[in-house]
């Protein structure tokens, strides 16, 4: 009996020394992930958020849910972020004003750089340029002498003040010294509408939003601000080819988390997420939203987190732009 009960005993602190060592050595992740998305249900980001969210659940066999926070162009929820513990249990999917809010509003409470370690960029959608059919331009440099031409008759549709569309046209009006008014609206659907009705026979947007107009000849697309054509508008030129350069703009979607979250955690993380966003489903989906997968390593979003905020943060300094 004695015998019976020094092998259970060692046993038993075996297991425990198993157990002890598994809590130490973290086994990640161990409980729900939550899923930041700084903007409310339903548009590109959100999408995009849930549909990760679900295969990484599906893979690392943890709940990751979407928690919507918007406000103040995305500075709430992407503040909640920044202050959260760096242990992996809270992701941040981010656009494009991630960067460029730093520049535009006068106080942000977040530093892009130090206050996150980036995991991915996910995706991109260049924006385009397009006008009502009425506009006798066919070409960008048409519109470009049209403009010139009339100073103060022409407005452009931009669909959020701050965004890569809006900045995307300020940064057109001082390359070319345009007077061109600039008209902000709440949305892209509200901005691609009122350029179909002909109040403002210009506009900037991101691709998705004005695609279906654009192919059905309701308007006319004049360039895609990016290195190369869209699939889905193979015969709207590049700005590039149009004779502008350096004017590319993209609406992005990546996903970040806290500084100093561990970096096993982030690589982990990263390869997880680059192998979902190649399946053909979620390529699929993407594709169906107007985005291309970019899907790149920590190091690489980084750099192109610093290369929007320096591009943008120029056009908004130039432009005199700024929001309390």
């Given amino acids: 009996m004695r015998a019976i009960l020094r092998l259970a005993a060692g046993a038993a602190a075996l297991l425990c020394a198993g157990v002890s060592l598994a809590q130490a050595q973290g086994t990640y992740p161990s409980r729900n992930v939550r899923v930041i998305v700084p903007f409310g249900a339903g548009g590109p980001t959100d999408v995009i958020a849930r549909l990760i969210s679900q295969k990484l659940t599906e893979s690392l066999g943890q709940q990751f849910y979407v928690e919507n926070l918007p406000g103040a162009g995305g500075n709430t929820g992407t503040a909640t972020a920044a202050k959260a513990p760096a242990d992996g249990y809270t992701l941040l999917v981010v656009s494009t004003g991630f960067m460029v809010n730093p520049s535009l509003y006068a106080k942000v409470p977040y530093d892009p750089v130090k206050d996150f370690a980036p995991l991915t960029l996910v995706a991109e959608s260049p924006n385009v340029l397009f006008v009502h059919p009425s506009v006798p331009a066919k070409s960008v440099k048409e519109l470009i002498d049209l403009v010139k031409t009339n100073p ?23 390359t070319y010294g345009l007077d061109l008014t600039m008209v902000p609206f709440a949305s892209a659907a509200l901005a691609v509408n009122s350029t179909l009705a002909g109040h403002t026979p210009v506009a900037f947007t991101a691709l998705p939003p004005a695609l279906a107009n654009i192919k059905e000849g309701k308007l006319r697309g004049l360039a895609v601000l990016a290195d190369k054509r869209s699939a889905g508008l193979p015969d709207v030129p590049t700005f590039a080819e149009a004779g502008v350069r350096d004017q590319e703009a993209y609406t992005l979607t990546g996903i970040v988390v806290p500084a100093s979250t561990p970096k096993d955690i982030v690589e982990r993380l990263n390869r997880e997420i680059v192998r979902i966003g190649a399946l053909p489903e979620i390529k699929a989906r993407l594709d169906t939203l107007g985005f291309n997968p970019v899907l790149n390593a920590p190091d690489e979003f980084g750099a192109r987190i610093k290369v929007e905020m320096a591009k943008w943060g120029k056009v908004v300094r130039d432009a005199k732009l700024k929001i309390e």
């Fill in 152 to 174: 103060g008759k022409y407005s452009y549709a931009q669909p959020a003040t701050g965004s890569t569309p809006h900045l995307s046209g300020e940064l057109f009006k001082l």
